[in-house]
């Protein structure tokens, strides 16, 4: 970026030049009406401010164009439509947690809250988007300059840094901003084993930006500036908080981890910054509880309450007939005695834009039956590559082709932790991004806003497909080729023994949820209930419907998914972590096991043999499994249980578990 320059006159009797120059100053900094310069070092800051107002407006300009649309999927062509992110955006419910969620997690035993000092609805504080980092109302509490923010996969925690992204560089909120920056940690990822000072990282994300050295007068540290994290869960290595050093040389270079630390901490490296961390809960606990001492610094992403999906519906279609049978799909289950399982997933917005685009393609009279996320990912991905409807047709087979190479690059991908390839790994894979629409139907290039990769860089276009395709594939490698690819042999016996001995079904899923066992930071608890799903009666006839998996069904899959149900249990037992309990629990789900009602009470009345305590969020899910499973409807919850409850999570938990409860209107006595 070039400077540009204003000649210095005489500072006495200004002439027509030095007033044009100056008004011109002021209209480009947005300043009106300031009292014109007179001096030599009013003249220097009147160009000051102009550079800043173009720099910042450039830097609007590149976010508008990143930021103005949702990409969206249509099966009526290759290409991408896109909706507009004001139109369709939907206010999510954003919650302020507590320092409880944390400290109180390793407390084995604390004294049980009686029921007259429970929380109510009025101590709840819910955020706008916008608020994010709205001053405290009492002089008394500092400032929040670091926030961190947690929410299941698909709630639309990325949506929502759009949206807040957008507002700001379209003015519509937090003006007093003066810069604004985003580091997707998927695309941090391929800078590991690099050092960056801050100023150079903002040039990588930011193509409008320039290094401090090429614009001198541009001081960030004077500068309100907010930094947003998304996706702190897809960062491949932990953050070192560890190095941290009393640094405040934004461009002194440094390890990436160290950087972003020392960014979190930005009372160190740039005391004016405020930084936003977005993560999905499993990888909260990633940053220390020391570096987030107020009770403001943590907020949570909860989705969509049913007004909001009613909302929702209402923006997405045009036809007025297919919001009213959606909205009636999504509540019946309340009314009805039908599954109430779509009821909860469409708590996440992801959910609702897939049963829309189901919805949007459904053949007139037919009936959408969805029990279970993985029905609800099968039925989708068939919208998308146009198999739904058009199972016959001339490119058909063409298509199923490209579909289980992207499974391949899917689990590749998987085993490699990272969301972002390249052309060369798709490629590797078979697929000719030149010539595959179905490539692009489901993935999609990376904007990036910096010109530094060597190679296009691509990703998958939808929340979760990369672990459904993944598991699609280690699926299909099972029952076409009988070949575990989640094993991991150690020694040479293992391999010996994987060549000559046939993979069973047992061992893949016993496999799978070793993974997720081993992997505290939820890397692969959507993938195992996507693996589990798809070998149920309901998808594997979806598959078979679009020859993705005709006539390969498993046999004795219902004595193997009830030994793996009791394997799931028996983890569920001896796992210390909430987090990864949870995602048991959707694999159980997944299964359609009968008793998941009856496992999620008696793990809600064990005693913790680890001392960690349920989160609020956590107890939301685990109450939606209770009603899900109609767990309510079968006995009445007695005082002495509803105690040992109270033991399992922080007052706030239990509070979340009878809002939900008593909204169906249950009541635990």
């Not at 929040?144 to 299941?152: A, D, E, I, R």
């Not at 401090?212 to 953050?239: A, H, M, T, Y």
């Not at 690819?485 to 799978?512: H, I």
């Amino acid at each position: 970026m070039g400077n540009v320059e204003i000649t210095s006159v005489p500072q006495s009797n200004p002439t027509d030049c030095d007033v044009s120059l100056a008004q011109t100053a002021m209209e480009d900094s947005g300043q009106q009406g300031v009292t014109l310069p007179h001096t030599e070092g009013e003249h220097t800051a009147v160009t000051q401010r102009s550079k800043f107002g173009r720099v910042r407006e450039k830097l609007q300009s590149e976010l508008r164009g990143r930021y103005t649309s949702l990409c969206d999927g249509t099966p009526a062509g290759p290409e991408v439509r896109s909706h507009s992110l004001t139109h369709s955006y939907v206010e999510l419910l954003i919650t302020e947690g507590n320092v409880q969620w944390h400290d109180d997690r390793h407390a084995a035993t604390r004294p049980v809250r009686p029921p007259s000092d429970m929380p109510t609805a009025n101590e709840e504080v819910t955020i706008k988007l916008d608020d994010i980092f709205k001053p405290p109302l009492s002089p008394d509490c500092p400032q929040v300059k670091t926030v961190l923010t947690k929410g299941p996969a698909g709630s639309g925690k990325t949506a929502s840094v759009q949206k807040f992204v957008l507002n700001w560089a379209e003015d519509r909120a937090n003006q007093d901003v003066d810069f604004l920056f985003v580091f997707p940690f998927s695309e941090l990822n391929w800078l590991i084993g690099r050092s960056f000072s801050l100023s150079g990282l903002i040039s990588h994300f930011h193509s409008s930006m320039t290094s401090e050295s090429d614009n001198p007068g541009l001081d960030l540290s004077r500068s309100k500036v907010v930094f947003i994290l998304d996706g702190l869960d897809q960062f491949n290595l932990p953050l070192d908080f560890e190095s941290i050093s009393v640094e405040s040389d934004i461009n002194k270079e440094m390890p990436l981890p160290i950087l972003l630390a020392n960014l979190i901490w930005c009372q160190l490296l740039l005391p004016s910054a405020y930084v936003w961390v977005i993560t999905r809960p499993a990888a909260a606990s990633l940053i220390p509880i020391d570096f987030l001492p107020q009770q403001q610094c943590l907020t949570e992403i909860r989705g969509f309450d049913d007004t909001q999906k009613r909302e929702f519906f209402r923006k997405r279609f045009g036809d007025q007939s297919l919001v009213h049978k959606a909205i009636a799909l999504v509540m019946k289950a309340i009314a009805l005695e039908s599954s109430r399982n779509l009821c909860v997933l469409c708590q996440t917005p992801w959910c609702c834009e897939m049963l829309a685009a189901i919805l949007e393609n459904a053949e007139a009279g037919e009936c959408v039956e969805i029990d279970t996320l993985t029905q609800l990912y099968t039925h989708f991905l068939l919208v998308r590559i146009g198999l739904k409807n058009d199972r016959n047709g001339e490119h058909s087979e063409s298509i199923r082709e490209v579909v289980r190479k992207l499974g391949k690059l899917a689990f590749v991908q998987q085993e490699r932790g990272s969301l972002i390839f390249s052309e060369s790994d798709v490629k590797e894979c078979g697929i000719d991004v030149s010539k595959s629409s179905t490539f692009h139907r489901l993935c999609r290039p990376l904007d990036t806003g910096c010109e530094m990769y060597l190679e296009e860089k691509y990703r998958f276009a939808y929340t979760g497909i990369q672990d459904y395709l993944a598991a699609l594939h280690v699926f299909l490698t099972y029952t076409n080729k009988r070949r575990n690819l989640l094993l991991q042999p150690t020694t040479l016996f293992d391999r010996l023994k994987g060549t000559f001995r046939r993979a069973t079904l047992l061992d893949l899923y016993r496999c799978s949820v070793d993974r997720v066992l081993r992997n505290t930071h939820g890397s692969y608890d959507l993938f195992l209930c996507f693996l589990l799903g798809l070998s149920t009666t309901p998808n594997q006839t979806l598959l078979d419907l679009a020859c993705l998996g005709k006539g390969l069904k498993v046999t004795g899959s219902k004595v193997i998914t009830e030994i793996t149900a009791e394997y799931i249990k028996q983890a569920i037992k001896s796992e210390p972590y909430p987090q990864t309990t949870l995602a048991l629990f959707r694999s159980l789900r997944e299964l359609g096991d009968a008793s998941l009602g009856r496992e999620v009470r008696r793990y809600l009345t064990s005693e913790s043999r680890w001392g960690f305590l349920l989160e609020p969020d956590q107890c939301w899910e685990l109450a939606d499994m209770l009603w899900a499973g109609r767990e309510m409807e079968r006995e009445v919850f007695m005082e002495m249980e509803r105690l040992s409850w109270m033991r399992r999570m922080s007052m706030w938990g239990f509070w979340r578990m009878q809002t939900v409860l008593g909204d169906r209107h249950w009541q635990v006595y």
